[in-house]
């Protein structure tokens, strides 16, 4: 019987892999015009691949499970909790048209990397691909540094503060 389960288990975590591979790639084709070496686009394509979009956006196509009557509150729950610290709406749609990144995007961004917060422990026990590599969280770090260091580029501060969170007056 617990054979049964364990096939159950390893054969939903492979049809939700699938489905976050489909909807990694629609995430990400909404910046098909964005070079595919640019720093941009290697951010957006993390921040799509490990499907930061289920729970920090309200319209999300979400995995088959997401009705199921245990599944369903846990994932209302995370969802709220997610869209009440950091909506990626704003963001997508930022790099979309090239407008200026916000700060606080950034600092939140930033913060769930350092302290490894993001994606939870019990979304990964569902989505096996959503860990962050240390290769990904370098490529979302040195984004933010880039980005902040754009925003600032007329800065009367010197190159080495303009990547900082906080910027002198």
Known sequence: LAGVGILAYLG???????????LA???????SSLDKSSLDYQAMKVLSDKGCAYCHTNDSE???????????????????????????TQ???????????SEVALARIEKVLYDGSMPPKIYQSMHWS?????????????WIRQTRADIHQDSPVDDSRREGTLQPI
């Open 12 to 22: 939903m975590v492979y049809t939700v892999d699938k489905n976050d591979q489909r």
């Open 25 to 31: 790639a629609e995430s990400l084709a909404q910046f």
């Open 62 to 88: 979400m995995p088959f499970y997401s009705e199921w009557p245990i599944a369903k509150p846990l994932m209302n729950a995370d969802i709220q909790t997610g869209m009440k610290h950091f909506e990626i």
């Open 91 to 101: 963001l997508f749609n930022g790099i979309q048209n090239n407008e200026p990144v």
């Open 130 to 142: 959503a860990g962050i590599s240390n290769e990904e969280k370098h490529t979302l770090l040195k």
